[in-house]
T-cell receptor, first 115, second 113 residues
Framework: GAGVSQSPSNKVTEKGKDVELRCDPI?????LYWYRQSLGQGLEFLIY????????KSGLPSDRFSAERTGGSVSTLTIQRTQQEDSAVYLC?????????????FGEGSRLTVL | KQEVTQIPAALSVPEGENLVLNCSFT??????LQWFRQDPGKGLTSLLL?????REQTSGRLNASLDKSSGRSTLYIAASQPGDSATYLC????????????FGSGTKLNVKP
């Protein structure tokens, strides 16, 4: 697609439920990043995928968070047993990391509210 | 570890003024620096990307400069408009850890009509 696409744009869930957030990166971008932005805060790195390499999961805040990237394209971020502190905007970004200037492009984000 | 700082955290100016936003970083071994704009409730929009070998980049009323040795970048906005009101973030990409981006916490700009 023309840009990074994220869905859903808004998700309201009850505490304890699982949620899945989806990211469709720009076609041809091998690198995909997930960030979290809590209200009024900066960007918090969560996880990074590069091609077929093992992902960098160093930013995941707990084992309730996981992500996968199928076929080197679409990625899904899963949060199990959601807590109120998980409420935030989850941003996905992609980049063409090889043979390019490495510009980073973001999606519009998925706003998660845990009641 | 790289640290990126943006000062001021907030800025309010009257329409028509030229203004400068600042971004500083502690480790000069960067690959590139990127400026973004974020509107409330939205994602980040890329404004300008400066490679480490470049001194500046221009797009319309925006001009970004980079002084790698001193660890500084500025974003100059000419003839500001109310539509420029947003949060502006800078991010650096490391030379030796290409996959990592380090973000500043942003400058929230308000341009008053």
């Amino acid at each position: 697609g023309a840009g990074v696409s994220q869905s859903p744009s808004n998700k309201v869930t009850e505490k304890g439920k699982d949620v899945e957030l989806r990211c469709d990166p720009i076609s041809g971008h091998t690198a995909l990043y997930w960030y979290r932005q809590s209200l009024g805060q900066g960007l918090e790195f969560l996880i990074y995928f590069q091609g077929n390499s093992a992902p960098d999961k160093s930013g995941l805040p707990s084992d309730r968070f996981s992500a996968e990237r199928t076929g080197g394209s679409v990625s899904t971020l899963t949060i199990q047993r959601t807590q109120q502190e998980d409420s935030a905007v989850y941003l996905c970004a992609s980049s063409r990391n090889t043979g390019s200037h490495g510009e980073l492009f973001f999606g519009e984000g998925s706003r998660l509210t845990v009641l | 570890k790289q640290e990126v700082t943006q000062i001021p955290a907030a800025l309010s100016v009257p329409e028509g003024e030229n203004l400068v936003l600042n971004c500083s970083f502690t480790d000069s071994a960067i690959y590139n620096l990127q400026w973004f704009r974020q509107d409330p409730g939205k994602g980040l929009t890329s404004l300008l990307l400066i490679q480490s070998s470049q001194r500046e980049q221009t797009s319309g009323r925006l001009n970004a400069s980079l002084d790698k040795s001193s660890g500084r970048s500025t974003l100059y906005i000419a003839a500001s408009q109310p539509g420029d009101s947003a949060t502006y973030l800078c991010a650096v990409r490391q030379e030796y850890n290409f996959n990592k981006f380090y973000f500043g916490s942003g400058t929230k700009l308000n341009v008053k009509p």
